[in-house]
């Protein structure tokens, strides 16, 4: 199902689509980089005076929920009306639902307005769908992807989109096709953002792929390569977070050969 990513990812790079992200203080830094790496241009936009403005220029929006306030929930919810009216695709990221109410308020709230894709770690997709779990540990996840996929399946199907489960094994489903991808390496959970980054990658391949299931593979798979790679030769976190940008820069048709299960 992914023989077409080196091509999609070298169509990306020919045209560098905008991707306007709206996504948290934590993470900008790291998800613009990630984009540049991979050869998307980003846009950290989150002003409600031209949020409308850049999503109506953008190839994909990311809406991603992480340093919540009320004034961004108004920008997130005009730049999504004006996405959905240009027929810009854009990923949610629900950072931390069901930590709450009001962030599992917003998060159900900007989930029904239409987005291609929903990320999330495994307690996040839980938490959205509604699914009985032990609870958020903030925004890291203490279930795993095995556990949420069910749960994922029926959100899939319930929302009309496609819903990735980021982890040790990354499972993505529109709620009748699945793919399931085992990159990465076991220190990107101790590096801030991992999960954001991912987000920002598949609204990057959203921009180029019409299918939005395989954006969602295509971006995970990526950064699961990146992440691979970086990791074998990382002292730890802080050298492993530089080679992932690195490592995205240097994706290639020999190299970029994800482990699908």
């Known amino acids: 199902m992914l023989d077409k990513l080196w091509p999609t990812l070298a169509r990306m790079r020919e045209q560098r689509p905008l991707v306007h992200n709206i996504t948290n203080y934590v993470v900008?830094?790291?998800?613009?980089?990630?984009?540049?790496?991979?050869?998307?241009?980003?846009?950290?936009?989150?002003?409600?005076?031209?949020?409308?403005?850049?999503?109506?220029?953008?190839?994909?929006?990311?809406?991603?929920?992480?340093?919540?306030s009320s004034e961004w929930v108004s920008g997130m919810k005009l730049a999504v009306a004006t996405a959905n009216d240009k027929r810009v695709p854009w990923v949610l990221d629900p950072v931390g639902v069901g930590a709450t109410r009001f962030r599992t308020r917003i998060a159900a709230d900007l989930a029904k307005m239409g987005p291609a894709v929903v990320r999330g770690n495994a307690s996040e997709i839980l938490a959205l769908a509604g699914a009985a779990s032990e609870g958020p540990k903030g925004v890291d996840s203490i279930a795993s992807a095995e556990d949420a996929e069910g749960s994922a399946k029926s959100l899939a199907r319930a929302l009309g989109t496609v819903v990735a489960i980021s982890g040790a094994t990354d499972i993505i489903t529109d709620g009748e096709r699945t793919v399931k991808l085992t990159d990465g390496h076991a220190m990107m959970p101790l590096v801030t953002g991992m999960g954001c980054t991912a987000t920002a990658l598949i609204g990057a391949f959203l921009a180029v792929e019409t299918d939005p299931l395989l954006a969602a593979a295509y971006g995970l798979a990526a950064l699961g390569v990146a992440g691979k790679r970086a990791g074998e030769a990382a002292a730890g976190p802080g050298s492993l977070q530089l080679a992932i940008l690195d490592q995205l820069h240097g994706l290639s048709e020999d190299n970029l050969k994800p482990s699908v299960s």
Do not use: C, K, Q, R
């Open 28 to 68: 900008m830094n790291n998800t613009a980089n990630a984009l540049l790496a991979l050869g998307a241009s980003p846009a950290m936009v989150h002003a409600t005076d031209e949020v409308e403005d850049f999503a109506a220029i953008s190839g994909a929006l990311v809406v991603n929920i992480g340093t919540l």
